[in-house]
């Protein structure tokens, strides 16, 4: 089956640092993709990756290892307005997107 | 630009009623989806589209039915609501090739009585 994992919720204090993690299982593989979704709004585009290595957006980075199944979202600097869920999904080799449940991100002051 | 819209953004049904839930986007995109979004689980796709005239299931696609005569609109109807089917409903939508992002709409919240 497929399969896309990540932690439910994760806590970071304000202007820190914070990785989050995605392993995923899925039959074929066209490409990762990063959404942010903030309370009670819509999924909004954050990144994507198809090729193995990291990919830096401003504050945000993706990094992806195929052969690993693995990939992460690094948060920099972060701000009381990254308080969001950050979803994870994978492409599979219908085009269709597997999504994982999502990650809640709490920042803290 | 109003990018995906969706209409309506509440509604309230009793078991066996029916109802459309109409998206529409004014970027000329190709692919238009239907997902649902459940506490604890991960968007879900119900059914999509790769062109006008055309639709196609998704892993959900029971108890729901969609067309999508004209490029710009994609409508996902319910044909007797069911408890089950209470939930967050998202349109999305993305243009040349599906690997591009989808933008979403802003989501109809269902409840099913």
């Known amino acids: 089956g497929q399969n896309i994992d990540q932690p439910t919720e994760m806590t970071a204090t304000e202007g820190a640092i914070v990785q989050i993690n995605c392993t995923y299982q899925?039959?074929?593989?066209?490409?990762l993709f990063w959404y942010q979704q903030h309370a009670g709004e819509a999924p909004t585009f954050l990144s994507y990756n198809v090729l193995d290595g990291l990919e830096e957006k401003g504050r945000f980075s993706s990094f992806l290892s195929r052969s690993k199944g693995y990939s992460y979202l690094l948060l920099k600097e972060l701000q009381m307005k990254d308080s969001a869920s950050y979803l994870c999904?994978?492409?599979?080799?219908?085009?269709?997107?597997?999504w994982g449940a999502g990650t809640k991100l709490i920042i803290k002051p | 630009n109003a990018g995906v819209t969706q209409t309506p953004k509440f509604r309230v049904l009793k078991t066996g009623q029916s109802m459309t839930l109409l998206c529409a986007q004014d970027m000329n995109h190709e692919y238009m989806y239907w997902y649902r979004q459940d506490p604890g689980m991960g968007l879900r796709l119900i059914h999509y589209?790769?062109?006008?005239?055309?639709?196609a299931k998704g892993e959900v696609p029971d108890g729901y039915n969609v067309s999508r005569l004209k490029k710009q609109n994609f409508l996902l109807g319910l044909e007797s609501a069911a408890p089950s089917q209470t939930s967050v409903y998202f349109c999305a939508s993305n243009g040349a090739e599906p690997y591009n992002e989808q933008f979403f709409g802003p989501g109809t919240r269902l409840t099913v009585l």
């Open positions: 899925t039959s074929g593989f066209n490409g």
């Open positions: 999904a994978v492409m599979d080799s219908n085009y269709q997107l597997i």
């Open positions: 589209s790769v062109g006008e005239g055309t639709t």
